[in-house]
């Protein structure tokens, strides 16, 4: 059985930091294409950094670049976003999805989904 399973969300002050993980089982991360996403209360689902299965080159959205970094650990099938220099404006929901075949960080390319975390910066 294919699952996503995300932690380490939380309430953050303006400028802090929070590190994101997503442990993947029934498959192996290494073959597939991988992002965070966020979703905004009211706002669209949006991908925040992704890898590529095509590739494996990595792609940030203009708002994190230079504050986020996505890294994996294959050997514990597992990757991370880590997020510093954090906005009221990076507060959503984070999830991680993966995809045999998607190339690009589009949410509709994607097909298997965890259940998010919720990440509030607020002071």
């Known amino acids: 059985q294919v699952q996503l399973v995300e932690s380490g969300g939380g309430l953050v002050q303006p400028g802090g930091s929070l590190r994101l993980s997503c442990a993947a089982s029934g498959f192996t991360l290494d073959y597939y294409a991988i992002g965070w996403f966020r979703q905004a209360p009211g706002k669209e689902r949006e991908g925040v950094s992704c890898i590529s299965s095509i590739d494996g080159s990595t792609w940030y959205a203009d708002s994190v670049k230079g504050r986020f970094t996505f890294s994996r650990a294959n050997a514990k099938n597992t990757v991370y976003l880590q997020m510093n220099s954090l906005k009221p404006e990076d507060t959503a929901v984070y999830y991680c999805?993966?995809?045999?075949?998607?190339?690009?960080?589009?949410?509709?390319?994607?097909?298997?989904w965890g259940q998010g975390t919720q990440v509030t910066v607020s002071s």
């Open positions: 999805a993966a995809d045999p075949l998607a190339g690009t960080c589009w949410p509709y390319e994607y097909d298997y």
